[in-house]
């Protein structure tokens, strides 16, 4: 089992940053992908960031060049860096990670930035 707790989300106003952190605990030595995903009203849940252990970590083209995915493997926590924030990244943004082939989701943190 493994235990996801995001924090760092509020309200921004639009060209502002904000720094998402996600703890994680439990059995972690078993990660092996950790991602940042999103869900803006009325729409579907997507990838924003994804962490693999070993590869270059990958983004969806909405956020290249704006948004960093980071991790601190001493306190087992991921980030998410964004930059040059826009009203469409209003959304509450899950972190989530794969783990000897089961998926965790944490419980969301919601990121309004306003125009």
């Known amino acids: 089992q493994v235990r996801l707790v995001e924090s760092g989300g509020g309200l921004v106003q639009a060209g502002g940053s904000l720094r998402l952190s996600c703890a994680a605990s439990?059995?972690?030595?078993?990660?092996?992908?950790m991602d940042w995903y999103r869900q803006a009203p009325g729409k579907e849940r997507e990838l924003v960031a994804r962490f693999i252990s070993g590869d270059s970590p990958n983004y969806t083209d909405s956020v290249k060049g704006r948004f960093t995915i980071s991790r601190d493997n001493a306190k087992n926590t991921v980030f998410l860096q964004m930059n040059s924030l826009k009203p469409e990244d209003t959304a509450v943004y899950y972190c989530?990670?794969?783990?000897?082939?089961?998926?965790?989701w944490g419980q969301g943190t919601l990121v309004v930035v306003s125009s």
């Open positions: 989530r990670c794969t783990a000897a082939g089961n998926i965790y």
């Open positions: 439990g059995s972690i030595f078993r990660i092996n992908a």
